[in-house]
């Protein structure tokens, strides 16, 4: 049964770090490019950072410098590693396709049920 399940939130004070994971079932992970989202509370879902098949990067620009992408194709998973963490990094992330670097048309596959970050003193 295709699924997504993220890992790896917490609650951390600012400056803190985190590694969340997103591990992938029933969908050929080794071909698709994939992503971190995250939504907050009140704001529409953005796009944090995004992997290629390839391993080519790309970040939010809130995010440069202090977050990392990486995927085990073995594992069939994604990570994202969180440094100097910010209030604002607060939020519900989320793993799926990177549909910005799909063909037109390609759709999300079924969200998880993401895993919560919150940064607060």
């Known amino acids: 049964q295709a699924e997504l399940v993220e890992s790896g939130g917490g609650l951390r004070q600012p400056g803190g770090s985190l590694r969340l994971s997103c591990a992938v079932y029933?969908?050929?992970?080794?071909?698709?490019?994939m992503a971190w989202y995250r939504q907050a509370p009140g704001k529409e879902r953005e796009l944090v950072a995004g992997?290629?098949?390839?391993?080519?990067?790309n970040y939010a620009d809130s995010v440069k410098g202090r977050f990392t992408i990486s995927r085990d194709n073995v594992k069939n998973t994604a990570y994202l590693q969180m440094n100097s963490l910010r209030p604002d990094d607060t939020a519900v992330y989320y793993c799926n396709r990177d549909l910005t670097q799909d063909p037109v048309g390609s759709t999300w596959w079924g969200w998880g049920q993401g895993t919560q970050v919150t940064v607060s003193s």
């Open positions: 992997i290629t098949r390839g391993g080519i990067t």
């Open positions: 029933g969908h050929i992970f080794d071909i698709a490019n």
